[in-house]
């Protein structure tokens, strides 16, 4: 009886600490751009446009990946481009500041068509896509759902193809019904904290994490229980929509690009990368040397031109 009452204490810390902590992330963090209620939700949007530029000039929309939110891609790329062309960078349904509002096993052309709502009510293309890991088959699966708003796709460090494998066991966990919503409720939130500059490192290496990424960024929008369930939920069903989303890549003609680093651990680009090259018929690969699998802060420059290019 006394390891019972323990074991709820400690519950009941855990989850006052973490709606204690969930409010004071919410205080520190205010959206940088707009929201727009489309489908059914809010998405949350950044557009910017060339200030001495009138007519109509090139777009560039900007899609991010996993655990993450639109200030990754924008501190990137948002530089390069300003005086050049139209940018519209997004947050995906559940990170950053967009609501999610889906099913709970969403897939990417979930995703996508949310997305195609916004673009629709905007006014936005056809654009340029440029999709970071997860964000690669988001961009791949509004190329599907709405090839009308494509112009041409650039796959960065890309996740786009099944795997063997799966993914680690908190985000399964954190997926379940009831159970998942209490992980998260209680222990995901101090743990992420915790654990988040370690996972960094992996994901940038063999380069440095940039001085005050965590910060620019908003890392911890992440560990808000609602959008480390929400990024969760994605990943915990990611392989198993991939099967069935690569079935219709063939389909996809907009001259595309694939660009990975030959130091990707988080991702394979010999299934990935290699597997869009082969698949689509207008994709050409792109190897990066030493890069990981954050090309976009490490190799920006050649990330830029290659945009350009195409």
Not at 276 to 291: F, K, S, V, W, Y
């Amino acid at each position: 009886m006394l390891l019972l009452l323990i074991v709820v204490a400690v519950f009941l810390l855990l989850a006052l600490y973490t709606e204690l902590r969930r409010r004071r992330i919410y205080a520190r963090h205010k959206p940088a751009g707009t929201l727009g209620f489309v489908d059914c939700a809010y998405v949350h949007y950044v557009r910017s446009r060339p200030p001495a530029v009138s007519g109509d000039v090139p777009r560039l929309l900007f899609i991010h990946g996993a655990s993450g939110n639109l200030q990754d891609l924008h501190l990137a790329f948002a530089p390069h481009f300003t005086d050049t062309h139209e940018m519209l960078f997004v947050d995906r349904p559940g990170l950053g500041f967009s609501e999610r509002n889906l099913p709970p096993d969403a897939s990417p052309r979930d995703q996508a068509r949310r997305i195609a709502a916004l673009l629709k009510m905007l006014d936005f293309g056809p654009a340029v896509v440029i999709g970071h890991s997860f964000g690669a088959s988001v961009a791949a699966a509004l190329a599907l759902e709405a090839p009308e708003r494509v112009r041409g796709l650039v796959f960065l460090a890309p996740a786009t193809h099944p795997w063997n494998g799966g993914v680690a066991w908190y985000y399964k966990l954190a997926a379940l019904p009831v159970i998942g919503e209490l992980f998260c409720r209680t222990l995901a939130l101090p743990a992420a904290e915790r654990l988040a500059p370690a996972s960094m490192r992996n994901v940038f290496a063999p380069a440095s994490v940039p001085e005050g990424y965590d910060t620019a960024i908003g890392v911890d929008l992440l560990f808000r229980p609602e959008s480390f369930r929400a990024n969760a939920m994605d990943l915990a069903a990611f392989n198993r929509h991939l099967a069935q989303q690569c079935r219709d890549y063939g389909a996809i003609t907009q001259p595309a690009l694939a660009i990975t680093g030959d130091q990707d651990t988080v991702v394979w680009p010999s299934i990935h990368s290699k597997g869009l090259a082969r698949d689509l018929p207008n994709c050409r690969l792109i190897e990066l040397p030493g890069a990981g699998h954050m090309p976009q802060h490490s190799h920006t420059e050649e990330i830029v031109a290659l945009i350009r290019g195409l």
